[in-house]
């Protein structure tokens, strides 16, 4: 999304709210796995974090893919700085042609941005594209089934949703986040129903999703305690899809 391009460095600093290291990723690597040998396409790659990770983890190739000119302005100058073998390109996914044939597809907050599911499926056709047979796809993602009655939970983990009710197809939903600083910014989502999301990616000729539910490393436990945590466990603000390619 265009709007990336003027938050990219507050977007980065994002990574310093607890949910995102101690959920947000130690879920996410947890479901990706054991990266070995693997050749990965990561889609929203924003700065590469991820990206430059499974490189580190022994993947034989990893490719970064992000709307943004200014995140992956971001992600090659830390390739620059620390030479990987990842490599970034500027795309739009729901135009993105096949640039390889890899054993991974995934993304980090990318498909929260369809605002209707033939975008939707734009970007899900693209990384059937770009995968082998059976090649797996996984995506962190706003959990856009969230009830909105439980929107408020949020705030003390750093960010805020806010949406006009009822939601309904296409409804945009505005994220927002609150760095440890106090500097706040913003970027808007679209609801989409889970009904919605698991037709379209078996109409892409996925498999039937998995939902993942979001977990807490031991770390995120022991430094901020059980009950910090409870809402977050409780109501889910994100979620893990999975699927595969049939």
Not at 162 to 169: D, H, I, K, S, V
Not at 191 to 200: G, I, K, N, R
Not at 211 to 231: F, R, T
Request: charged residues 20%; aromatic residues 10%.
């Amino acid at each position: 999304m265009a709007e990336y391009d003027t938050i990219a460095n507050l977007f980065q600093a994002s990574r310093e709210l607890p949910f995102r290291w101690h959920s947000e990723a130690y879920t996410y690597l947890k479901e990706i796995g054991d990266v070995t040998d693997l050749r990965i396409l990561d889609l929203a790659c924003g700065e590469g974090i991820y990206s430059r990770y499974f490189k580190q983890q022994g993947a034989a190739q990893v490719v970064g893919v992000d709307i943004s000119p200014e995140m992956i302005a971001l992600a090659r100058a830390a390739e620059i700085q620390n030479p990987l073998g990842v490599e970034y390109l500027v795309a739009d996914v729901t135009g993105l042609e096949k640039i390889g044939e890899f054993d991974l597809v995934v993304s980090s907050y990318l498909v929260n941005h369809a605002p209707d599911q033939s975008t939707l499926l734009k970007m899900l056709q693209a990384i059937a594209k770009n995968l082998k047979p059976q090649g797996r796809t996984i995506h962190v993602t706003n959990n856009l089934g969230q009830a909105p009655e439980t929107f408020d939970i949020c705030t003390p983990y750093g960010f805020t949703k806010t949406a006009q009710l009822p939601l309904t197809e296409g409804t945009p939903l505005e994220v927002g986040f609150i760095l440890p600083d106090g500097t706040e910014f913003k970027v808007i989502d679209f609801y989409l129903s889970p009904t919605t999301y698991e037709q379209t990616f078996i109409q892409a000729g996925f498999t039937p999703i998995q939902w993942i539910a979001p977990e807490v490393s031991s770390e995120g436990i022991k430094e901020l305690g059980k009950d910090y945590w409870q809402a977050w466990l409780t109501y889910k603000p994100i979620i893990i899809i999975k699927s595969k390619l049939i």
